[in-house]
């Protein structure tokens, strides 16, 4: 049994929450100068390279790429041979997160749902766990802005719609978000499960790297045509017309019931954020 103390799994929190604020991974990098060369609008082409430079100031200057520095979403892989010592762990996350948005100058964005006051620390964090073999901690953490989350949909399809209903679907609520999430997005969708197991796949799916894609053959060959389509529609670069909507569609999958066929559409803006510790 291997023994993790509360306070590395905070220490580890408060550093990921401003890290992820501030360095936006090379993969989505990568993708976007990859497309500002594939770009055809001019105007595209210049907002491509204005958002590359917006993550240069952010490193240089030690700022958020965004001023919604997101709601801390995480998901934990706990393995079975560790044992937490000192506070329970989603008390240890929360601390992370009060720590890290405090002391990285990050804009505290969590109110209560009804009389909308502030809960000052950007606290409480949304955490989803999972209990694994070995003897590590996983932490993947995502800051979700909500420009690209009130996007989101969620829709029980019938099976007999199929996949033609599922990519029409997730191709509809692209068109219908236009500029809101700030384009070019990346896209997750959930296919599967019941409501909020569809609802945690889609939002697991923003997590992997943009360019790998589902590991499934036919997910994957869906991804690319759905992606496609989306590029089609002239959205472009920050919604002023172009090619380059998405950077990418990334799908999860989960058995569901024979009477069911639940989607989940979760977009994440072009400032993809995530980074992952293993402790």
Same mark, same amino acid.
């Given at each position: ?140 953490? $995502? ?26 679907? +997730? ?5 219908? $978000? ?23 796949? $889609? ?31 002239? +959205? ?11 950077? $990418? ?31």
């Amino acid at each position: 049994m291997r023994i993790i103390k509360s306070s590395q799994i905070t220490e580890v929190v408060k550093e990921l929450c401003i890290k992820a604020n501030i360095y936006l991974g090379e993969d989505v990098k990568q993708s976007i100068k990859e497309y500002e060369t594939k770009e055809k609008s001019e105007l595209g082409k210049n907002i491509l390279n204005i958002l590359m430079k917006n993550c240069e100031i952010a490193e240089e200057k030690q700022m958020p790429i965004c001023q919604d520095t997101g709601m801390a979403v995480f998901f934990v892989q706990i393995g079975q041979e560790v044992q937490i010592q000192g506070e329970n762990i989603t008390d240890a996350i929360n601390e992370g997160v009060r720590q890290g948005y405090t002391d990285g100058y990050l804009r505290k964005s969590v109110v209560t749902p009804i009389d909308r006051k502030n809960t000052k620390d950007n606290t409480p964090a949304i955490i989803h766990y999972d209990i694994v073999s070995g003897d590590k901690i996983i932490i993947e953490f $995502a800051p979700k802005g909500f420009g690209s989350e009130n996007m989101s949909k969620l829709k029980m399809l019938k099976p007999s719609d199929g996949v033609d209903g599922i990519k029409k679907f +997730i191709v509809e609520t692209v068109k219908e $978000a236009g500029p809101n999430p700030c384009p070019p997005i990346v896209v997750g969708v959930g296919i599967g499960g019941t409501v909020e197991k569809c609802a945690q796949i $889609a939002k697991k799916a923003l997590l992997r790297d943009v360019g790998i894609h589902n590991n499934d053959k036919v997910v994957k060959e869906l991804e690319t045509e759905i992606l496609k389509e989306i590029n089609n529609l002239g +959205i472009g670069p920050q919604g002023l017309g172009g090619n380059t909507t998405a950077l $990418a569609v990334n799908i999860e999958t989960f058995p569901t019931h024979i009477a069911g066929l639940p989607v989940v559409v979760n977009i994440n803006c072009h400032a993809s954020r995530h980074k992952k510790v293993i402790i």
